[in-house]
């Protein structure tokens, strides 16, 4: 079993940063991707950021030039650091990671238990 333990988050002055934090661990044969995704009260959870494995990053469009993913493959561990925050950003952000399982053709895929941040004024 694969489980995603995240830390990070919390309460923080607009224009100011957190670095969120995601780390996998239990039986992990691969992970190609991993990323954030993020929802706000009355609204769908949509995609923040992603990574894949040869570290090709893709970003949502009101995050772009603020954010940023990055990987430690050794640590299978995801971080995003969260620059000039606004209060928009405010929501529960969730942990996602996807890999190949111990059998050709096999794959698996985990979500976080999402952790809340908060941007105030």
């Given at each position: 079993?694969?489980?995603?333990?995240?830390?990070?988050?919390?309460?923080?002055?607009?224009?100011?940063?957190?670095?969120?934090?995601?780390?996998?661990?239990?039986?992990?044969?691969?992970?190609d991707?991993?990323?954030?995704y993020?929802?706000?009260?009355?609204?769908?959870?949509?995609?923040?950021?992603?990574?894949?494995?040869?570290?090709?990053?893709?970003?949502?469009?009101?995050?772009?030039g603020?954010?940023?993913?990055s990987?430690?493959?050794?640590?299978?561990t995801?971080?995003?650091?969260?620059?000039?925050?606004?209060?928009?950003?405010?929501?529960?952000?969730y942990?996602?990671?996807?890999?190949s399982?111990?059998?050709?053709?096999?794959?698996?895929?985990?979500?976080?238990?999402?952790?809340?941040?908060t941007?105030s004024?």
């Amino acid at each position: 079993q694969v489980q995603l333990v995240e830390s990070g988050g919390g309460l923080v002055q607009a224009g100011g940063s957190l670095r969120l934090s995601c780390s996998a661990s239990g039986s992990i044969f691969s992970i190609d991707s991993m990323g954030w995704y993020r929802q706000a009260p009355g609204k769908q959870r949509d995609v923040v950021a992603f990574i894949s494995s040869g570290d090709i990053t893709s970003y949502a469009d009101s995050v772009k030039g603020r954010f940023a993913i990055s990987r430690d493959n050794v640590q299978n561990t995801v971080y995003l650091q969260m620059n000039s925050l606004k209060l928009e950003d405010t929501a529960v952000y969730y942990c996602y990671a996807g890999g190949s399982g111990p059998e050709y053709g096999t794959s698996w895929s985990k979500w976080g238990q999402g952790t809340q941040v908060t941007v105030s004024s």
